[in-house]
């Protein structure tokens, strides 16, 4: 039986089953030599494979999805992105922390947009703001929290009581909520989609290519099922999927969540998801439901949190209906149309593995589930750095290395403990 050395999905994602069919790209096959070889087409991976293509316009570059585009993680988050983050605080410390990150997020955000707008990229981007919302007492505590950083770094913002909240979304289940301004929807599976079609004429893209193995010998030589692939330099973009070669098992943690999109709803029945055509609601904690609105007549949502083994799907099913329903009691009768999972790669401190793990050996992983612009600003970096375009050393420095994290069987233990107390506490925010 042939090793999984990628995340493997059952289900279908939502976002790319509404899409029209494409034909993915062809595998690889037979020996084929490059000058960098790039695993994993997500947003690190296609935006480190352009700007190769851009540093040597010259250069072979191969570039290797173990599955189809737009099936994989990066198609499966919620949409949501920003050229902008909040400061996490309301210290001039916290603010001088976000505008030092900032920096990479606008960066991020300004290559994604140029390829957006250079291509023509239909990725349903709207503007939409965001609202951070509370079910809860402690909840509305970290909404305050968050208003209060945000007055001090005089950012434009509303604070939204239950009534206020509940004439813009069309629920009653939340006890306030933060609408600040910065912030974008869009659909992840047609953007990803765009990004590859989009790829400079040196970079070729081989799908439901999977890589089995690699090994240093002089150059790397990248094992496929039909194909084996030489090259001096190689990324990998493949989250905590590296761990499956021996590189950062001490470091990354892969976590599974859920997602799921509505039945179409008809007119009436639309109508009473608020007078907001567009918008997105992140929870007040970190394990809450986010909810969005996605098209004129859906809605989605994400939930439930596994580490390291997928939840079964009527279990995730069930889940994801009951949060849906608990906060649009009046839409019992509306089921869901699909539901999928996705994973992301955790660190213990939240700061990223970046740079170079071995000879010739380039990553980026640990994106602590903020993927399209940090993905993207991060991704590029990394090509810059393999390519030895400048030091990046602004990198590390101001994003953090990924810290130890403990084996097993502790880390389960760990994580399942935390995880039990944080659901506890996230109460009706789940």
């Given at each position: 039986?042939?090793?999984?050395?990628?995340?493997?999905?059952?289900?279908?994602?939502?976002?790319?089953?509404?899409?029209?069919?494409?034909?993915?790209?062809?595998?690889?096959?037979?020996?084929?030599?490059?000058?960098?070889?790039?695993?994993?087409?997500?947003?690190?991976?296609?935006?480190?494979?352009?700007?190769?293509?851009?540093?040597?316009?010259?250069?072979?570059?191969?570039?290797?999805?173990?599955?189809?585009?737009?099936?994989?993680?990066?198609?499966?988050?919620?949409?949501?992105?920003?050229?902008?983050?909040?400061?996490?605080?309301?210290?001039?410390?916290?603010?001088?922390?976000?505008?030092?990150?900032?920096?990479?997020?606008?960066?991020?955000?300004?290559?994604?947009?140029?390829?957006?707008?250079?291509?023509?990229?239909?990725?349903?981007?709207?503007?939409?703001?965001?609202?951070?919302?509370?079910?809860?007492?402690?909840?509305?505590?970290?909404?305050?929290?968050?208003?209060?950083?945000?007055?001090?770094?005089?950012?434009?913002?509303?604070?939204?009581?239950?009534?206020?909240?509940?004439?813009?979304?069309?629920?009653?289940?939340?006890?306030?909520?933060?609408?600040?301004?910065?912030?974008?929807?869009?659909?992840?599976?047609?953007?990803?989609?765009?990004?590859?079609?989009?790829?400079?004429?040196?970079?070729?893209?081989?799908?439901?290519?999977?890589?089995l193995s690699m090994q240093r010998k002089g150059q790397w030589y990248l094992e496929t099922p039909s194909a084996q692939i030489t090259a001096p330099t190689v990324i990998m973009a493949t989250n905590a999927a590296i761990r499956h070669f021996g590189?950062?098992?001490?470091?990354?943690?892969?976590?599974?969540?859920?997602?799921?999109?509505?039945?179409?709803?008809?007119?009436?029945?639309?109508?009473?998801?608020?007078?907001?055509?567009?918008?997105?609601?992140?929870?007040?904690?970190?394990?809450?439901?986010?909810?969005?609105?996605?098209?004129?007549?859906?809605?989605?949502?994400?939930?439930?949190?596994?580490?390291?083994?997928?939840?079964?799907?009527?279990?995730?099913?069930?889940?994801?209906?009951?949060?849906?329903?608990?906060?649009?009691?009046?839409?019992?009768?509306?089921?869901?149309?699909?539901?999928?999972?996705?994973?992301?790669?955790?660190?213990?401190?939240?700061?990223?593995?970046?740079?170079?793990?071995?000879?010739?050996?380039?990553?980026?992983?640990?994106?602590?589930?903020?993927?399209?612009?940090?993905?993207?600003?991060?991704?590029?970096?990394?090509?810059?750095?393999?390519?030895?375009?400048?030091?990046?050393?602004?990198?590390?420095?101001?994003?953090?290395?990924?810290?130890?994290?403990?084996?097993?069987?502790?880390?389960?233990?760990?994580?399942?403990?935390?995880?039990?107390?944080?659901?506890?506490?996230?109460?009706?925010?789940?």
């Amino acid at each position: 039986m042939t090793r999984l050395t990628y995340p493997h999905y059952d289900d279908r994602c939502g976002f790319n089953a509404l899409l029209p069919p494409r034909s993915p790209r062809p595998c690889a096959q037979g020996d084929i030599a490059a000058d960098y070889a790039v695993i994993g087409a997500g947003y690190t991976g296609l935006t480190a494979a352009r700007r190769l293509g851009q540093l040597q316009p010259d250069a072979r570059i191969v570039l290797i999805e173990a599955t189809e585009v737009g099936e994989g993680s990066s198609g499966r988050n919620s949409g949501f992105a920003s050229p902008r983050d909040l400061p996490a605080g309301a210290t001039a410390s916290d603010r001088e922390r976000a505008e030092t990150l900032n920096r990479f997020t606008e960066e991020g955000w300004a290559w994604l947009m140029e390829q957006v707008e250079a291509h023509k990229i239909d990725c349903a981007l709207q503007a939409s703001g965001r609202i951070k919302a509370a079910a809860t007492a402690l909840g509305a505590e970290q909404v305050h929290a968050l208003h209060r950083a945000v007055q001090a770094a005089g950012l434009p913002h509303q604070f939204l009581d239950q009534a206020a909240l509940e004439e813009r979304i069309g629920t009653s289940y939340y006890q306030c909520g933060l609408y600040t301004h910065e912030g974008f929807l869009l659909d992840p599976a047609a953007l990803i989609r765009g990004l590859a079609e989009a790829l400079p004429p040196n970079v070729t893209l081989y799908e439901k290519t999977p890589l089995l193995s690699m090994q240093r010998k002089g150059q790397w030589y990248l094992e496929t099922p039909s194909a084996q692939i030489t090259a001096p330099t190689v990324i990998m973009a493949t989250n905590a999927a590296i761990r499956h070669f021996g590189y950062l098992r001490d470091r990354l943690v892969t976590i599974y969540t859920y997602a799921a999109l509505t039945d179409p709803l008809g007119l009436a029945d639309a109508a009473q998801l608020g007078s907001m055509p567009v918008w997105g609601l992140l929870p007040s904690h970190r394990l809450g439901t986010t909810v969005r609105r996605f098209g004129p007549d859906r809605l989605m949502v994400r939930s439930l949190y596994a580490h390291e083994r997928p939840v079964p799907f009527e279990d995730v099913k069930a889940t994801l209906l009951s949060c849906f329903h608990r906060r649009y009691p009046a839409l019992r009768h509306i089921g869901l149309e699909h539901v999928w999972g996705g994973t992301t790669a955790l660190t213990l401190n939240g700061a990223p593995w970046w740079g170079r793990v071995a000879e010739g050996l380039y990553t980026s992983a640990g994106c602590n589930g903020a993927g399209i612009v940090k993905g993207s600003v991060l991704g590029k970096r990394l090509a810059e750095h393999s390519a030895g375009h400048g030091s990046q050393q602004d990198v590390t420095a101001s994003w953090g290395t990924a810290k130890w994290v403990a084996p097993e069987p502790f880390r389960s233990i760990g994580f399942n403990f935390i995880a039990a107390r944080e659901r506890r506490l996230a109460g009706l925010e789940t």
